[in-house]
């Protein structure tokens, strides 16, 4: 990784990043953000009246600025990234070319499995977003996206909950996020917005990267230091169902390990990243939900939520067209949530519930174009229950999710495999799968 200063250019609000693939005989990938000399954000909500520095306030233009870019790499599945290299403009230059760098891109090659390396230079003057709000008694700060596993998290939070900022990042949700704080019993979310529009490349496995950085930069506007990003165990261990499947880390306690990392030496204060549902199925997070506020609200807010990654879209999936804010049912927060809800599989499960587009309960979607995520976790389901331990399990696993176990910042193998037991059963419960005995 390397990291380094450069004198300053006439583009000065410029930046720009260039992939280069495994496969030298083709050319690099380029993309190219210049947002002039307008911010990169605009927020929305109670933040804090905290004064932001310049260094936290180049991390949030980092964030948003690295995420645009990366929208506008195709992908290339024969030839993957091995490097990123991007130019921006910063205020703390010299920050940003030592420690800062280094540390950031660490986070960025645990994300997304490839080198970065950066230069920078010094940014000039551009409008500054407002970051001034009222003074209030926040001790923690919670991601809050409209999904399960937030709206669980929110719900099992400890009270009181005046004490907690929710904090979103919205497209098309703001109004389900807004809706669900309120059912909640929370105070209204920050919402960040970036201005501007995202391209249509990428894959989003650095998307994590922007979501915590919004939290800690909220988190310091209240002068508060707990950050909380509830996932699911089987999501945030970021085990690939199978060998050529490449999930996020958006969760993995290694991530939130080098994040911290990052972030203190950004505010020269320590903050801490929790996940209370790592070592819990989607299943088990849902029953505590519903014990934390009753069987009848948990069940009325989580009808609300959106699991899907092609929700609202009308995609075409598997050359099949789906109709806008329908759940596929196939991709892989569908089929995780459908282990923790398997009634949801039935189309008017209640009113207005409109099913999945497409149902795994059959053999032309399980062994289709569709199915390809199903068969997926059905490999990984087979070795976990033919497995006669721990360590065997995890010795058969793919080497992305060995990799991802055991290390300094968790989950141990026991652990490991004691959570994809779990999920094995609610996932043959729910989709009426049968794993044959391993053959001797």
């Given at each position: ?54 260094r ?24 993957p ?10 205020r703390?230059v ?7 760098g ?83 019993g ?134 099949r ?40 309960r ?6 289709g ?35 991802l ?25 729910a ?10």
């Amino acid at each position: 990784m390397a990291v380094r200063a450069v004198a300053k250019r006439d583009e000065g609000q410029r930046f720009e990043c260039r992939v280069i693939g495994v496969r030298s005989a083709f050319a690099a990938r380029t993309n190219t953000f210049a947002p002039g000399n307008s911010s990169l954000w605009t927020v929305a909500g109670p933040v804090g009246n905290r004064r932001v520095s310049s260094r936290a306030l180049d991390l949030l233009d980092l964030a948003g600025a690295i995420y645009r870019l990366e929208s506008g790499i195709p992908m290339r599945p024969t030839n993957p990234a091995k490097e990123w290299q991007v130019s921006a403009p910063v205020r703390d230059v010299a920050f940003w070319s030592g420690a800062g760098g280094k540390r950031l891109a660490a986070v960025l090659s645990f994300l997304n499995r490839a080198q970065w390396s950066f230069s920078f230079e010094r940014r000039k003057s551009a409008a500054e977003i407002a970051i001034a709000g009222e003074r209030r008694d926040i001790r923690e700060v919670l991601l809050f996206s409209g999904g399960m596993d937030s709206a669980c998290g929110a719900g099992v939070h400890p009270k009181p909950h005046e004490g907690v900022q929710l904090v979103s990042f919205y497209t098309t949700q703001k109004a389900l996020q807004q809706r669900l704080a309120a059912d909640l019993g929370y105070p209204a979310p920050v919402q960040w917005r970036l201005t501007g529009r995202r391209g249509k490349e990428g894959m989003d496995l650095i998307r994590a990267f922007l979501f915590l950085t919004l939290g800690a930069i909220t988190a310091r506007t209240h002068n508060a230091s707990r950050i909380f990003q509830y996932e699911n165990g089987l999501l945030a261990m970021a085990i690939p169902p199978a060998g050529a499947q490449v999930p996020t880390r958006h969760a993995h306690p290694e991530f939130h390990r080098r994040m911290e990392y990052l972030l203190e030496a950004v505010f020269e204060h320590k903050l801490e990243i929790r996940n209370p549902f790592a070592l819990l199925t989607k299943r088990e997070e849902a029953v505590e939900f519903a014990k934390a506020i009753g069987n009848s609200a948990a069940e009325t807010i989580l009808r609300q939520t959106q699991t899907c990654w092609r929700h609202s879209q009308a995609w075409r999936v598997g050359n099949r067209k789906k109709r806008p804010y329908v759940p596929c049912g196939v991709c892989t927060p569908c089929i995780v949530r459908r282990t923790a809800r398997p009634f949801e599989t039935e189309k008017g499960a209640w009113e207005g519930w409109p099913g999945y587009a497409f149902d795994l309960r059959q053999p032309t979607i399980q062994h289709g174009k569709l199915g390809t995520t199903f068969r997926a976790y059905l490999e990984l389901i087979t070795i976990v229950l033919r497995a006669t331990g721990d360590h065997e399990m995890i010795a058969d696993l793919a080497p992305e999710a060995r990799a991802l176990i055991g290390g300094p910042a968790g989950p141990t193998e026991q652990q490991a495999a004691d959570l994809l037991r779990r999920f094995a059963g609610e996932f043959c419960t729910a989709l009426n799968i049968s794993v044959p005995e391993k053959q001797a």
